[in-house]
């Protein structure tokens, strides 16, 4: 019972703080509205240029649904051939388009023109992505062409999408941002918090009462484990309600994800604490692990792109187990059958990092 007095006591410290009231309840919205909009992997309004030397009629219709497209900003639709090199040093367009009047060996113009797609590759996802737009529409017009002259393909390819059938990034995104945020502050919360009491000097008198290293622990540990999950549950809400993300699973089997990832971060937030001389030095560390944490958790980036001799670093990270539970939650509905695997991966993580941590907390409370 001990232990809930300095439980309230934590809680105290940080609800007197009007600036963290702000920080724990109000900053975590504006988050993940802004990022919800922002941290997206859809490409739109690619500045391009067209250059039409054809004299197809077919051309134009082209040129009309590109430019009706809200996947592209055409810039400037051209008529001569100009220095496509110089254009793109200028960096107001990254694709420019050429048609040309596409001939046969007989030297018979062709129906359909011959589309030449000169790209700038310094964003190569953004060129290969508009590259595939192109594409997609030239076939489209082609095929619905074909058809309209009775012509049919005796194969056609169709693909069936499950779960995001509208390929909105942000279905993909939204669970992984509340991960996110769920990380950033249990983590710079937790890990200033022992380093506070060196620095105010209270940390003698939490050892010298009646309370065990393991209570000022767990003490330290648990009101931000209860603000974290207040942190999701506002996230949650937010993606919900303002991005209209289906939730196709049960929250349950969230929060028992989450409580097990949180001893594990919250640990591991604990052991800079320790380490730490003043909250500088642990807000640093804390950013760096945290930035890490991310770029190895699945993201932005698949896993399997990691380089082979640094999965193992993903391996071990527990956000990376998280994200995906949410986002096979949110999207696929999975039960825990599904993914009781990486419930136990996280588990063990925990068990790890709360040993250590602890170990290395009793170590400093009996020097």
């Avoid at 006591?9 to 703080?17: D, G, H, P, S, Y």
């Avoid at 050429?98 to 030449?116: M, S, T, V």
């Amino acid at each position: 019972m001990r232990v809930f007095y300095l439980l309230r006591k934590e809680l105290t410290e940080i609800f007197r703080q009007r600036e963290m009231l702000f920080i724990i309840f109000v900053a975590p919205v504006i988050q993940t509205v802004i990022l919800g909009y922002v941290v997206t992997t859809d490409i739109k309004n690619i500045p391009v240029e067209i250059v039409n030397l054809s004299k197809n009629k077919s051309t134009q219709r082209i040129i009309n649904r590109i430019e009706s497209s809200p996947l592209f900003d055409v810039k400037r639709v051209a008529n001569q051939p100009e220095d496509y090199v110089a254009e793109f040093k200028r960096g107001r367009v990254r694709s420019i388009i050429i048609f040309r009047d596409g001939y046969d060996i007989k030297h018979k113009p062709l129906n359909y023109p011959e589309i030449q797609i000169l790209m700038d590759g310094i964003d190569s996802n953004t060129a290969l992505i508009a590259a595939g737009y192109f594409n997609g529409i030239t076939k489209k017009y082609i095929l619905e062409d074909i058809a309209r002259k009775g012509i049919k393909f005796p194969l056609e390819s169709r693909s069936l999408i499950r779960f995001n059938p509208d390929l909105n990034s942000i279905n993909y995104m939204g669970p992984g941002i509340v991960a996110l945020l769920l990380t950033i502050i249990s983590m710079f919360l937790t890990s200033i918090a022992l380093v506070r009491e060196k620095e105010q000097q209270t940390m003698d008198t939490l050892l010298i009462s009646r309370l065990t290293p393991i209570e000022i622990y767990v003490g330290k540990a648990l009101p931000m484990a209860f603000l974290g999950l207040i942190e999701m549950g506002i996230g949650i809400l937010v993606v919900l309600l303002v991005f209209r993300i289906p939730l196709r699973g049960n929250l349950l089997y969230l929060l028992l994800a989450a409580v097990i990832f949180l001893f594990a971060i919250l640990s591991y937030a604990l052991l800079i604490s320790t380490l730490c001389t003043t909250q500088q030095q642990a807000l640093f560390f804390s950013w760096f692990s945290m930035v890490t944490f991310l770029m190895l958790s699945g993201l932005f980036t698949p896993v399997e792109n990691i380089p082979t001799p640094f999965r193992w670093l993903a391996d071990i990270n527990p956000l990376r187990y998280l994200i995906k539970i949410i986002r096979e939650i949110f999207l696929k509905g999975n039960g825990i059958s599904y993914f009781s695997r990486d419930l136990l991966i996280m588990g063990g993580i925990t068990v790890v990092v709360i040993s250590f941590s602890l170990l290395n907390f009793k170590r400093l409370v009996s020097k």
